[in-house]
Protein backbone atom coordinates (compact mmCIF):
# COMPACT_ATOMS: atom_id res chain seq x y z
CA UNK A 1 0.00 0.00 0.00
CA UNK A 2 0.98 3.61 -0.19
CA UNK A 3 1.31 4.28 3.37
CA UNK A 4 2.64 2.64 6.78
CA UNK A 5 0.59 -0.02 7.64
CA UNK A 6 0.34 -1.79 10.94
CA UNK A 7 -0.74 -4.51 12.19
CA UNK A 8 -2.87 -5.93 14.30
CA UNK A 9 -4.83 -3.01 14.53
CA UNK A 10 -5.84 -4.49 17.90
CA UNK A 11 -4.60 -6.65 20.46
CA UNK A 12 -6.15 -8.05 24.12
CA UNK A 13 -3.82 -10.45 25.81
CA UNK A 14 -3.50 -11.89 29.03
CA UNK A 15 -1.01 -10.54 31.56
CA UNK A 16 2.31 -12.59 31.06
CA UNK A 17 1.92 -13.20 27.22
CA UNK A 18 4.56 -12.05 24.59
CA UNK A 19 2.90 -10.11 21.33
CA UNK A 20 4.30 -9.14 18.35
CA UNK A 21 3.50 -5.79 16.28
CA UNK A 22 4.27 -5.66 12.84
CA UNK A 23 4.94 -2.12 10.69
CA UNK A 24 5.37 -2.08 7.09
CA UNK A 25 6.55 1.24 6.43
CA UNK A 26 6.21 3.03 3.35
CA UNK A 27 8.56 1.57 0.23
CA UNK A 28 11.80 3.35 0.21
CA UNK A 29 11.88 5.21 3.69
CA UNK A 30 14.90 4.36 5.38
CA UNK A 31 13.78 5.87 9.19
CA UNK A 32 11.59 4.01 10.73
CA UNK A 33 10.08 5.10 14.19
CA UNK A 34 8.15 3.31 17.10
CA UNK A 35 5.91 5.43 19.23
CA UNK A 36 3.66 4.65 22.79
CA UNK A 37 0.82 6.96 23.04
CA UNK A 38 -1.05 5.73 26.25
CA UNK A 39 -4.46 6.99 26.92
CA UNK A 40 -4.50 10.70 26.81
CA UNK A 41 -0.72 11.30 26.93
CA UNK A 42 1.64 12.15 24.55
CA UNK A 43 3.87 10.54 21.98
CA UNK A 44 7.07 8.45 24.01
CA UNK A 45 10.00 7.68 21.95
CA UNK A 46 10.63 3.56 22.10
CA UNK A 47 12.91 3.16 19.35
CA UNK A 48 14.22 4.63 15.82
CA UNK A 49 16.01 2.43 12.88
CA UNK A 50 17.76 4.51 10.33
CA UNK A 51 19.05 2.63 7.48
CA UNK A 52 22.11 -0.35 8.36
CA UNK A 53 23.36 1.77 10.98
CA UNK A 54 22.54 0.58 14.54
CA UNK A 55 18.99 1.53 16.18
CA UNK A 56 18.97 4.30 18.86
CA UNK A 57 17.02 2.25 21.69
CA UNK A 58 17.21 4.65 24.52
CA UNK A 59 13.30 4.47 24.48
CA UNK A 60 12.59 1.71 25.21
CA UNK A 61 11.43 1.40 28.69
CA UNK A 62 12.27 -2.12 30.04
CA UNK A 63 14.11 -5.08 28.69
CA UNK A 64 10.80 -6.54 28.25
CA UNK A 65 11.10 -4.82 24.70
CA UNK A 66 12.90 -5.01 21.75
CA UNK A 67 12.62 -4.57 18.35
CA UNK A 68 14.26 -5.68 14.70
CA UNK A 69 14.00 -4.40 11.25
CA UNK A 70 14.79 -7.10 8.80
CA UNK A 71 16.46 -6.15 5.80
CA UNK A 72 15.43 -2.73 6.34
CA UNK A 73 12.19 -2.75 5.29
CA UNK A 74 9.48 -4.63 8.10
CA UNK A 75 9.82 -3.73 11.61
CA UNK A 76 8.69 -6.21 14.99
CA UNK A 77 8.32 -4.69 17.99
CA UNK A 78 7.95 -7.65 20.74
CA UNK A 79 6.93 -7.10 24.30
CA UNK A 80 7.85 -10.09 26.60
CA UNK A 81 6.03 -11.07 29.82
CA UNK A 82 3.12 -8.12 29.07
CA UNK A 83 2.05 -6.25 31.83
CA UNK A 84 -0.89 -4.48 32.50
CA UNK A 85 0.82 -0.81 32.21
CA UNK A 86 2.04 -1.94 28.46
CA UNK A 87 -1.21 -1.21 27.75
CA UNK A 88 -1.31 1.30 24.95
CA UNK A 89 -1.76 2.46 21.39
CA UNK A 90 1.85 1.59 19.30
CA UNK A 91 2.92 3.66 16.79
CA UNK A 92 4.96 3.18 13.69
CA UNK A 93 6.18 6.20 11.36
CA UNK A 94 8.43 6.05 8.53
CA UNK A 95 10.34 8.95 6.49
CA UNK A 96 12.46 9.17 3.65
CA UNK A 97 16.57 10.18 3.70
CA UNK A 98 18.24 13.65 4.26
CA UNK A 99 19.52 14.95 1.51
CA UNK A 100 21.10 17.93 0.19
CA UNK A 101 19.52 19.95 -2.74
CA UNK A 102 19.38 23.69 -3.90
CA UNK A 103 18.36 25.81 -0.63
CA UNK A 104 20.30 23.46 2.07
CA UNK A 105 19.38 19.75 4.02
CA UNK A 106 16.12 18.80 3.14
CA UNK A 107 14.53 16.03 5.69
CA UNK A 108 11.69 13.82 4.79
CA UNK A 109 8.05 14.09 5.94
CA UNK A 110 6.92 11.53 8.55
CA UNK A 111 4.41 9.24 8.16
CA UNK A 112 2.49 7.54 11.06
CA UNK A 113 0.28 4.24 10.87
CA UNK A 114 -3.28 4.13 12.25
CA UNK A 115 -1.20 2.49 15.45
CA UNK A 116 -1.82 -0.89 17.12
CA UNK A 117 -4.12 -0.51 20.16
CA UNK A 118 -2.59 -3.48 22.74
CA UNK A 119 -4.99 -4.34 25.64
CA UNK A 120 -3.22 -6.14 28.38
CA UNK A 121 -5.45 -7.87 31.01
CA UNK B 1 18.32 19.44 25.15
CA UNK B 2 15.74 20.45 23.16
CA UNK B 3 12.21 20.88 24.49
CA UNK B 4 9.35 21.50 22.26
CA UNK B 5 6.05 23.33 24.56
CA UNK B 6 2.59 23.56 22.90
CA UNK B 7 0.12 26.76 24.17
CA UNK B 8 -2.85 26.47 24.71
CA UNK B 9 -3.42 23.00 26.20
CA UNK B 10 -6.58 22.99 24.90
CA UNK B 11 -8.79 25.38 22.87
CA UNK B 12 -12.43 25.56 21.93
CA UNK B 13 -13.85 28.57 19.51
CA UNK B 14 -16.88 28.83 17.48
CA UNK B 15 -17.36 27.80 13.76
CA UNK B 16 -16.14 30.43 11.46
CA UNK B 17 -13.46 32.07 13.63
CA UNK B 18 -9.88 32.33 12.55
CA UNK B 19 -7.17 30.66 15.14
CA UNK B 20 -3.47 30.22 16.17
CA UNK B 21 -1.63 27.35 17.50
CA UNK B 22 1.50 28.13 19.09
CA UNK B 23 4.82 26.14 19.14
CA UNK B 24 8.28 27.26 20.98
CA UNK B 25 10.96 24.71 21.06
CA UNK B 26 14.51 25.65 22.91
CA UNK B 27 17.16 24.94 20.40
CA UNK B 28 17.04 27.01 17.65
CA UNK B 29 19.37 24.75 15.58
CA UNK B 30 16.52 22.58 14.61
CA UNK B 31 16.31 21.34 10.30
CA UNK B 32 12.43 21.03 10.64
CA UNK B 33 9.25 21.24 11.94
CA UNK B 34 6.47 19.27 10.92
CA UNK B 35 2.76 20.17 12.14
CA UNK B 36 0.25 17.03 12.84
CA UNK B 37 -3.08 16.20 13.21
CA UNK B 38 -4.48 13.54 15.55
CA UNK B 39 -8.13 12.67 15.38
CA UNK B 40 -9.05 10.28 18.54
CA UNK B 41 -8.51 6.87 18.29
CA UNK B 42 -6.04 7.20 15.45
CA UNK B 43 -2.75 7.82 14.39
CA UNK B 44 -1.22 10.93 13.59
CA UNK B 45 -1.66 12.39 10.35
CA UNK B 46 0.81 15.29 8.48
CA UNK B 47 0.05 18.51 7.92
CA UNK B 48 2.50 20.63 6.71
CA UNK B 49 6.53 20.47 7.22
CA UNK B 50 8.91 23.29 7.07
CA UNK B 51 12.32 22.71 6.13
CA UNK B 52 14.70 25.27 8.43
CA UNK B 53 15.69 27.10 4.96
CA UNK B 54 12.02 28.48 4.71
CA UNK B 55 9.67 30.43 6.52
CA UNK B 56 5.70 29.03 6.34
CA UNK B 57 4.33 26.53 4.51
CA UNK B 58 0.57 26.95 3.08
CA UNK B 59 -1.73 24.37 2.90
CA UNK B 60 -5.98 25.10 1.89
CA UNK B 61 -6.60 26.77 5.04
CA UNK B 62 -4.01 26.06 6.89
CA UNK B 63 -0.69 28.34 7.51
CA UNK B 64 2.37 27.44 9.56
CA UNK B 65 5.10 29.62 9.51
CA UNK B 66 8.40 29.24 11.03
CA UNK B 67 10.86 31.31 13.29
CA UNK B 68 13.70 30.08 14.02
CA UNK B 69 15.79 32.97 15.54
CA UNK B 70 12.77 33.12 18.51
CA UNK B 71 12.22 29.21 18.52
CA UNK B 72 8.72 29.62 17.22
CA UNK B 73 6.31 28.07 14.99
CA UNK B 74 2.56 29.06 14.57
CA UNK B 75 0.10 27.04 13.14
CA UNK B 76 -2.90 29.66 11.36
CA UNK B 77 -6.22 27.83 10.56
CA UNK B 78 -8.88 30.07 9.10
CA UNK B 79 -12.32 29.96 8.94
CA UNK B 80 -12.54 26.75 11.83
CA UNK B 81 -14.72 24.31 11.04
CA UNK B 82 -15.94 21.64 13.12
CA UNK B 83 -14.08 18.98 11.34
CA UNK B 84 -10.79 20.35 12.82
CA UNK B 85 -11.63 19.47 16.22
CA UNK B 86 -8.57 17.25 16.76
CA UNK B 87 -5.63 17.04 18.67
CA UNK B 88 -2.38 19.56 16.79
CA UNK B 89 0.96 18.32 17.30
CA UNK B 90 4.51 20.22 16.29
CA UNK B 91 7.61 18.07 16.06
CA UNK B 92 11.02 19.85 15.86
CA UNK B 93 14.18 17.58 14.27
CA UNK B 94 17.27 19.16 15.31
CA UNK B 95 20.53 17.51 15.24
CA UNK B 96 22.07 14.64 13.36
CA UNK B 97 22.08 11.04 14.97
CA UNK B 98 21.54 10.83 18.46
CA UNK B 99 18.48 9.63 20.45
CA UNK B 100 14.81 9.59 19.50
CA UNK B 101 16.24 10.22 15.50
CA UNK B 102 16.16 13.83 16.66
CA UNK B 103 12.57 14.16 16.82
CA UNK B 104 10.78 15.89 19.60
CA UNK B 105 7.19 16.32 20.08
CA UNK B 106 4.98 18.62 21.67
CA UNK B 107 2.06 17.87 23.69
CA UNK B 108 -0.30 19.00 21.50
CA UNK B 109 -3.27 21.35 21.75
CA UNK B 110 -6.56 19.99 21.49
CA UNK B 111 -9.02 21.74 19.55
CA UNK B 112 -12.59 21.75 19.44
CA UNK B 113 -14.56 24.00 16.71
CA UNK B 114 -18.28 24.27 18.42
CA UNK B 115 -21.51 24.03 15.41
Known amino acids: GAGVSQSPSNKVTEKGKDVELRCDPISGHTALYWYRQSLGQGLEFLIY????????KSGLPSDRFSAERTGGSVSTLTIQRTQQEDSAVYLC???????????????????FGEGSRLTVL | KQEVTQIPAALSVPEGENLVLNCSFT??????LQWFRQDPGKGLTSLLLIQSSQREQTSGRLNASLDKSSGRSTLYIAASQPGDSATYLC??????????????FGKGTKLSVKP
Open chain 1, 49 to 56: FQGNSAPD
Open chain 2, 91 to 104: AVGSGWGGSQGNLI
Open chain 1, 93 to 111: ASSSRPHFRQGGLYTGELF
Open chain 2, 27 to 32: DSAIYN
